[in-house]
């Protein structure tokens, strides 16, 4: 069984983002377009994060060892630490990752990625969907 890592919720939506006609013109084999439907279609039914998002969430909670949901560790004191670059919205985890002190969203048109308005660190994330 799923669990959102962004706030907990264990019920799922499905939705097939795919159209025929587009997974042609891409030239998706089947199994690849299945893939796209599940990972971009596929969504927590309490907080809308597609298995994407989820997966993003994962892997910041891992790199910040934290089994917390990625909404409850935001309200933690050790989140306030916590530089985070986001280059344009990173789909329903940007409402979370705004509630960071050291959050910057970087969005196109406004910000040309070539040109960013922060110097990343290493320990910056850089997500973008
Ligand atoms: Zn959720």
Same mark, same amino acid.
């Given at each position: 069984?799923?669990? &959102?890592?962004?706030? *907990?919720?264990?019920?799922?939506? #499905?939705?097939?983002?795919?159209? =025929?006609?587009?997974?042609?013109?891409?030239?998706?084999?089947?199994?690849?377009?299945?893939?796209?439907?599940?990972?971009?279609?596929?969504? &927590?039914?309490? &907080? *809308?994060?597609?298995?994407?998002?989820?997966?993003?969430? =994962?892997?910041?909670?891992?790199? $910040?060892?934290?089994?917390?949901? @990625?909404?409850?560790?935001?309200?933690?004191? #050790?989140?306030?630490?916590?530089?985070? @670059? #986001?280059?344009?919205?990173?789909?329903?985890?940007?409402?979370?990752?705004?509630? @960071?002190?050291?959050?910057?969203?970087?969005?196109?048109?406004? $910000?040309?990625?070539?040109? @960013?308005?922060?110097?990343?660190?290493?320990?910056?994330?850089?997500?973008?969907?």
């Amino acid at each position: 069984m799923i669990t &959102c890592s962004v706030g *907990g919720g264990d019920k799922f939506t #499905e939705t097939v983002v795919l159209w =025929d006609s587009l997974a042609s013109q891409w030239q998706l084999a089947p199994n690849e377009g299945a893939y796209v439907d599940r990972q971009q279609g596929t969504s &927590c039914a309490n &907080c *809308g994060s597609n298995l994407r998002s989820i997966a993003l969430a =994962d892997a910041i909670r891992s790199a $910040v060892g934290t089994d917390l949901t @990625l909404q409850a560790y935001v309200t933690q004191p #050790e989140a306030r630490t916590l530089s985070v @670059l #986001e280059i344009n919205e990173a789909g329903h985890l940007s409402p979370t990752l705004r509630q @960071l002190t050291g959050h910057v969203l970087a969005a196109y048109p406004a $910000v040309d990625t070539h040109a @960013l308005p922060v110097t990343p660190l290493i320990s910056w994330f850089i997500l973008t969907l």
